[in-house]
């Protein structure tokens, strides 16, 4: 029954995706508007239209947003099926037991000074380097993705060192859930502020005037996209260590 | 004459001759020597020293502007990080009980 | 030259890949995968897409590295 349930949900979401991917113009054919005007538009009007001197963040938040908005949302789908999977496994019985059977991995041993004193020597930069490519983003390669990767990297290390107890202040029970959902809540934000301007949800106003308005904008995606990004891996990351 | 041009040339073909000699020994090393601990020995030297003088003979290269900036920045990461992981590498086989090679009782388990 | 890297980075990401496929040790297929992750971070960079290579430096190599480590860590290291 329930596999029978399973099957049909699969089916009943695949026919979509598939009218959908028939309905695109073939792979590599020429006529497809990529080829003939999009990316050349890209290209040639993307800094200024945009409002991103790096093509790539303008093509991610501005041109490309609402799939961007999508990606955002599988990723944030991602961490609860991944804490939904992890948090059962937890209350399971008999998992105590099972943890001292299993001997080929040995226990951790105790932090060495050395590596603890030199990832809290380095976390302000690194700190710094993933604000910087967080808010740098729109001109240089980088942005939310990365820097936010970056940002959970360094907590994950800080919480291997320090112990959780002392990296646990920096996400607060009370704020993690919007830490999590930074990303999304950032772009529902940007994209009420977007149809607000321009009548279109996640619509940039492109008028040159409001070119502060615009980079404004990208920096609350960006900001939301990493902080989200930090917040969902560090989520990830406690969770597997409290198994 | 010798111009500052030829001087700085003369200083990066020596250090990084001197990074690719530590790379291509410590390779060897990696390669060739008996044990764990040894081998972490020798892949920490080519990182530490191999990248270090590396980069340090990039900046030279570079001359003085905002990349040398980076290169250096970026020397000084290679040069905290590695020998760390190094440590934190020998330190858990430590831990764990791996034995060092000896060379009367050969190889050990 | 350019192009000649370019084989040689792809070579090596095929090696690392059927590395990863065929370790039967977890934790060293972890290991092998970081490093592929580290040679296609190196070849988006050569290919002209530094973004996507700071995200493959820092997700692949870095974040899911340390996912897959505790992840065997909490379960086994073989597989079955």
């Known amino acids: ?243 | 004459m010798i111009s500052t041009a030829d001087i700085r040339d003369a200083t990066t073909v020596v250090l990084a001759a001197f990074g690719a000699l530590f790379f291509l020994v410590g390779t060897i090393g990696l390669l060739r020597l008996p044990d764990f601990y040894a081998r972490t020995h020798a892949a920490t030297k080519c990182d530490t020293v191999g990248a270090g003088s590396l980069l340090i003979a990039l900046a030279v290269f570079n001359g003085l502007d905002a990349s040398t900036g980076k290169i250096i920045a970026l020397a000084g990461l290679v040069l905290l990080s590695s020998p760390t992981t190094g440590h934190a590498l020998a330190r858990a086989a430590h831990r764990t009980g791996l034995a060092p090679w000896h060379a009367e009782k050969g190889r050990t388990p | 030259m350019s192009v000649t890297f370019d084989i040689l980075l792809l070579l090596f990401l095929i090696t690392t890949a059927l590395a990863v496929a065929r370790a039967k040790d977890l934790l060293a297929a972890a290991i092998i995968f970081s490093s592929y992750s580290l040679v296609m971070c190196l070849l988006w960079q050569h290919r002209g897409a530094p973004d996507v290579a700071m995200t493959e430096a820092a997700v692949g190599a870095g974040i899911t590295t340390v996912l897959f480590l505790v992840a065997i860590a909490r379960t086994t290291r073989r597989e079955k």
């Open chain 1, 1 to 243: 029954m329930k596999k029978a349930f399973v099957a049909a949900l699969l089916i009943i979401t695949a026919i979509p995706l598939l009218i959908g991917v028939a309905a695109l113009p073939p792979h590599g054919e020429t006529t497809a508007p990529v080829h003939t005007h999009i990316s050349a538009r890209y290209l040639m009007r993307g800094a200024e239209e945009a409002g991103a001197d790096n093509i790539v963040t303008g093509v991610l938040l501005n041109y490309r947003g609402l799939d961007t908005a999508g990606e955002v949302t599988v990723i944030f789908t991602a961490l609860v099926a991944g804490l939904a999977v992890l948090i059962t496994r937890r209350k399971e019985p008999g998992a105590k037991a099972d943890s001292a059977a299993r001997g080929d991995v040995p226990a951790p041993p105790p932090v060495s000074p050395v590596v603890s004193f030199v990832v809290q020597l380095l976390a302000p930069f690194i700190a710094l380097f993933a604000v910087y490519v967080i808010l740098n983003g729109h001109v240089t390669p980088g942005g939310g993705f990365q820097g936010g990767a970056i940002l959970g990297a360094l907590f994950i290390a800080l919480t291997i060192v320090l112990g959780e107890g002392r990296t646990r202040s920096l996400m607060p029970r009370l704020a993690l859930p919007w830490m999590q959902g930074a990303a999304l809540i950032s772009f529902v934000v940007v994209g009420v502020l977007g149809a607000g301007l321009t009548g279109y949800f996640l619509g940039f106003p492109a008028e040159a005037s409001l070119h502060l308005v615009r980079e404004l904008m990208m920096l609350v995606l960006e900001a939301g996209i990493g902080l989200g990004g930090a917040a969902i891996f560090a989520t990830l990351f406690l969770q597997m260590e409290a198994e």
